[in-house]
């Protein structure tokens, strides 16, 4: 468990390296970034780390959690995976492609990278296939990591037939938007089925309390069916059709919106009142998941408001399992380095997000365009003003998150040197 710890927050700590690049070049007070190419390559390096590469570890790590190690090929083969990808972003080599979900550097380094990491990581969830059985049988926290385990499955198995229906016409950005669009909305409900778990987890932390309710077992099994909906996108010929989008919408906003709705609901009124870290990572995380949430059910195109969408959601997850790895070194540990820190950093990396999906969403409500370097669409004084509450948000953002990474890696790390075995 420690191992794909460690694993998450180097992730987490290169996603937010490129993540500030990022914000501090869209940040009209600081302007950095003076290279375009430079830009493009590194929200690639971004968004996979952010997206993928932390949020995938950090699920390794809550399976190891529940289950324990199986087998020893999975962890060399995650962290050299893991490298390969960093390598790849960080070396001004090959054309970047902004599609959706995984951002692609055309680089046989990027290419290699990205299948070695998955392919550790479906190795590690093959080895735990006797779990599924807790989709019908046991409590809710097996339900939910069993549900986990088998959507972590399908998210790797779809890339196969992806391969098969990506060689249409359109061009590489096209093709990496038909590769990964059904695995990559696949791989937001097994991040949501984790998000569900830990929210169970940080329930029990903060205030005692283990649910147990057929209705919230019904609800994950409506996250289930209709997650496996995303699966017909094979037989309509191409996953970026009209009449394929009404299914992901569908099962977007009901498959997932109403077990998510069910859950807060019964975890909310239960909750106790207090500052424990498990308290404010959960209202933080329930608070920015709905809110990127809501920002999606209102209407987008695209513009800004997209990231604001998933800069929500995304940060929501986080959130959650920041709160969550506090727990875990303290129990797997039994101390935490700089432990008032944990405290504090939730707050602030939930302001920083509140901030940059506020800032995003007025930019593009105004007109703002995504994933684009300048200024140009920038001469409105109200879009200037939005576009530097992103700057803010992002270095408030990041301030949280190196908290985070300050006293979880110190915690590891002082683990590590004291001989402990990851």
């Known amino acids: 468990m420690l191992f794909y710890l460690s694993l998450s927050l180097f992730s987490?700590?290169?996603?937010?390296?490129?993540?500030?690049?990022?914000a501090l070049t869209r940040t009209p007070a600081v302007s950095l970034l003076k290279s375009p190419e430079l830009f493009y390559h590194f929200l690639v390096g971004h968004v996979t780390f952010s997206i993928t590469l932390w949020l995938m570890s950090f699920t390794l790590a809550y399976w190891h959690y529940k289950e324990g190690r199986k087998g020893r090929v999975a962890p060399p083969a995650t962290l050299l995976g893991m490298l390969l990808l960093s390598l790849s972003c960080l070396l001004p080599y090959g054309e970047p492609y902004?599609?959706?979900?995984?951002?692609?550097?055309?680089?046989?380094?990027?290419y290699?990278?990205?299948?070695?990491?998955?392919?550790?990581?479906?190795?590690?969830?093959?080895?735990?296939?006797?779990?599924?059985?807790?989709?019908?049988?046991?409590?809710?926290?097996?339900?939910?990591y069993a549900l986990s385990l088998l959507l972590g499955l399908l998210t790797v198995l779809s890339l196969l037939p992806s391969f098969f229906i990506a060689h249409q016409e359109g061009g590489m950005k096209l093709y990496f938007e038909r590769l990964f669009w059904i695995p990559g909305h696949l791989q937001q409900f097994m991040y949501t089925s984790v998000m569900l778990a830990v929210w169970h987890e940080l329930l029990k932390r903060s205030s005692g309390i283990s649910l147990e309710s057929s209705l919230l077992k019904v609800s994950n099994l409506l996250l289930l069916y209709t997650s496996l909906l995303l699966l017909t996108g094979f037989f309509f010929g191409d996953p970026l059709s009209d009449r394929f989008r009404l299914v992901v919408v569908f099962s977007f906003g009901v498959g997932m919106g109403v077990p998510l709705l069910v859950h807060s609901l019964y975890i909310l009124k239960s909750l106790k009142k207090g500052f424990s870290v498990a308290t404010l990572s959960?209202?933080?995380?329930m608070g920015i998941y709905h809110l990127g949430a809501f920002i999606a059910y209102g209407g987008m195109r695209s513009d800004l408001r997209i990231p604001a969408h998933y800069h929500g959601v995304v940060s929501g997850v986080s959130i959650a399992f920041m709160g969550f790895t506090y727990y875990l070194l303290k129990e797997k540990l039994g101390h935490v380095v700089w432990d008032r820190l944990a405290k504090w950093q939730a707050p602030l990396?939930?302001?920083?997000?509140?901030?940059?999906?506020?800032?995003?969403?007025?930019?593009?409500r105004m007109g703002a365009p995504r994933k684009t370097y300048g200024f140009e669409y920038a001469g409105d004084v109200m879009v200037l003003f939005a576009l530097?509450?992103?700057?803010?948000?992002?270095?408030?953002?990041?301030?949280?998150?190196l908290l985070f990474l300050a006293y979880a890696g110190a915690t590891l790390w002082r683990s590590y040197g004291n001989g402990r075995t990851f």
């Open 388 to 401: 530097n509450m992103v700057g803010l948000g992002g270095v408030l953002a990041v301030i949280g998150g």
């Open 98 to 110: 902004l599609n959706n979900y995984i951002p692609v550097i055309a680089h046989p380094l990027f």
């Open 12 to 22: 987490l700590l290169l996603a937010g390296f490129f993540g500030l690049l990022i």
């Open 112 to 144: 290699a990278g990205l299948s070695i990491f998955f392919f550790g990581f479906f190795v590690e969830a093959l080895l735990r296939l006797s779990s599924l059985r807790g989709l019908k049988e046991g409590t809710l926290s097996k339900q939910l």
């Open 282 to 285: 959960l209202l933080l995380s």
């Open 349 to 364: 990396f939930g302001l920083g997000i509140n901030l940059l999906v506020f800032g995003f969403y007025l930019a593009g």
